[in-house]
């Protein structure tokens, strides 16, 4: 169960957040940003979580999708022009949402 300064630190779906060595050493050389689909409710260390999310590139964009292990406490918030990126993100022609594509629409012959 997390503590009231972990819970407050733990992210929220859609949220873009930076991931650095302060949250995992798997980090270290290479920190990433990092949108978050979902907060997995595993049992896991204390102050540790299961992240489920796209790894973004410098503009903003989906380039994988991942599942990270990390130190909640460590997580950062990522750069302002990042997220507004995504606020009121519309579907295009191409079926792309905030950089992703969805899948339905990559199949579209």
Avoid: C, K
Avoid at 10 to 16: D, K, M
Avoid at 25 to 34: D, N, R
């Amino acid at each position: 169960m997390p503590t009231a300064r972990e819970f407050r630190l733990i992210p929220r779906s859609g949220e873009v957040i930076r991931v650095t060595r302060a949250a995992s050493v798997q980090f270290a050389a290479t920190p990433l940003l990092f949108r978050v689909i979902r907060v997995h409710d595993w049992s896991t260390y204390d102050g540790w979580a299961w992240l489920d999310g796209y790894e973004l590139n410098a503009v903003g964009e989906a380039v994988d999708r991942r599942s990270i292990f990390v130190q909640v406490g460590g997580l950062q918030p990522a750069n302002p022009a990042i997220t507004s990126r995504f606020v009121g993100a519309r579907r295009g022609s191409s079926g792309a949402i905030g950089g992703v594509v969805n899948q339905a629409a990559a199949l579209r012959p």
